[in-house]
């Protein structure tokens, strides 16, 4: 069984910036895998890489056991690749894109109708695919873009961030159509830096940090390899803070409980790591009731794949979001991207 | 010699449905279509189609470029209204001499424009879009530019050769006209390949404009397009004579103003020999041949 995509020890330097510093996964036929990390992790130039708009300093990267650097041509026509900013020719409509792209991956006249007209209706584009796409909303253009990604029945979708700037109905659309083409048995490369995103549509995740993947596995593995389970307590509505600390001093010394911070940003909530498979939460709630502390909602979950990337990297994605935005030089930012 | 390679099935048996996705059993062909393919044909067609759509919607550019040589022919063909007949060689006005001045520099400006539109698709990513599609070759991208260059500048020709007719410069024959489109086209083509390596070097589109601008108006001037050579002192006429407008000009002014013309008439005296229609000619396609060598390594850069 070849893989669909194989990537090994993938090195590329942009100058003095090393973009990618090791990276190596392996995708299956037929799975949605996901790539996940801040931005500026490297996700993006791996991206790059793969669909031939980079060449790799080192590494071997095969497409369904095809080297991209040896046959680039195989490798264009392997993938849908669907950049994250997306690039329209705004003077075209939306159909006449899709014909000029149908024309570059050599489809032929008599199929390319056809194709097109199904991909209208499935992302259901009919209502304004007519119209210039200067006019297309966020949510148009990157409906038009995944159909553009897909008009060759690619063996792999590559989709770099396509939710980013979406409004929540759109996101929905969006996801609801990869969720359609896994049941097809597409197989699609997504990278995000939305945990909620990785963690709803992709089979196995690659985290990813600094240009190096820190872990790997399906969503599930990761969170059982980082352990405990959390629970979310709100003592009250707005709990005071002396009250909330009394709860932490209380909560720490059972012995199911890990350990405890209280979330001054969430109204002094308690977030609390407890041994998995436990009956920590019953436990929690009669320790409460036993000292008089009043309880206003409780809540078990497993560990988030933030929680994941937090015991790889020491820091929450959201920080390392922060820092890469801040550390972002937006010239060699365009340089990198331009051909 | 071409080779397949059948990747096994794909385990999920990629239920084909009726959208059509999906294809883990495709074979992958590793061969490359050539130049002349059906492949390469389509593409070229298709990127060309583009452009074409883009002047149907927005055709400011065109009306610009067929409205500016004719305020060449008439404000500054009007400049030299007065100036006694025979000073300008054997053209009968100064009209008549301009004409083939226009042509070509108009011709000449479209065509070092050729790469704008290009470094928008660079700056834009729109030519990502294109790089990451398993072109038959890329140089469809440049010969899709060019077919629209050209296009372009027979369209101004046509109307610069008409509005010089009906202002008195008089009409070639017919294969005086077809050797006019011939040099047009020759000149255009180099010069569109000297812009579109120049769209690939370059880092952004204001370079490219400064560029086009520091270029244009000088070879303007540095050419027999609004003067003979006799009025030039002699440093002017040997950048005159090495300016490859002049070799365009020339010839174009010679068809305008002999009926009887053949391709060992001379057509520019230059300071260091005779250039006849001929040589000229060749001149033309020496300086393709240089200009399109010369950017061939910058487009492979990006587009290898």
Redesign the interface.
Known sequence: ??A?VRIEALQKRYGQVEAVKDVSLTI???EVFGLLGPNGAGKTTTLRCL???ATPDAGLIEV???SVVK?P??A????G?V?Q?V???K??TGR?LL???A????IPAKQMGD?IQ??IT?LDMSDWIDQ?SGTYSGGMRRRLDLA?G?LH?P?VLVLDEPTVGLDIESRVVVWDFIRK?RT????VLITSHYLEEIDALADRVAIIDKGMVIASGSPSELKDKVGGDRITLRLREFTPHDEAQAAQSLLQSLDCVQDVIINEVQGNSLNLVVKSQSDALMRVQTALKQAGLPTFGIAQSRPSLDDVYLAATGTTLTDAEMAAASARDSKQYR?E??? | MSQTITPPPAQSSGSVTSSGLSGGDRALDLSTPGLLSGEFVQETAALTKRLFIQLQRRPTTLVAGVIQPLMWLILFGALFQNVPEGLFGTSQNYGQFLGAGVIVFTAFGGALNAGLPVMFDREFGFLNRLLVAPLASRFSIVLASSIFIAALSMVQTAVIVAASAALGAGLPGVVGLILVAAIVLTLVLGVTGVSLGLAFALPGHVELIAVIFVTNLPLLFASTALAPLAFMPTWLQWVASLNPLSYAIEPIRFVYTHALWSLGDVVLTAPFADVTLGMALLVLVGFDAIALLGVRALLQRTLA
């Open positions: 069984m070849v669909a299956e036929s037929g669909c031939t708009l369904s056991g095809v046959h041509k195989v264009r026509q392997c993938l690749y950049a900013e690039a329209l020719d003077v075209l006449e014909e000029l792209q024309a570059l991956y050599h194709r199904n991909l499935m210039r553009t897909l029945q063996d083409l097809q048995g597409t197989t340089k991207n331009m051909r």
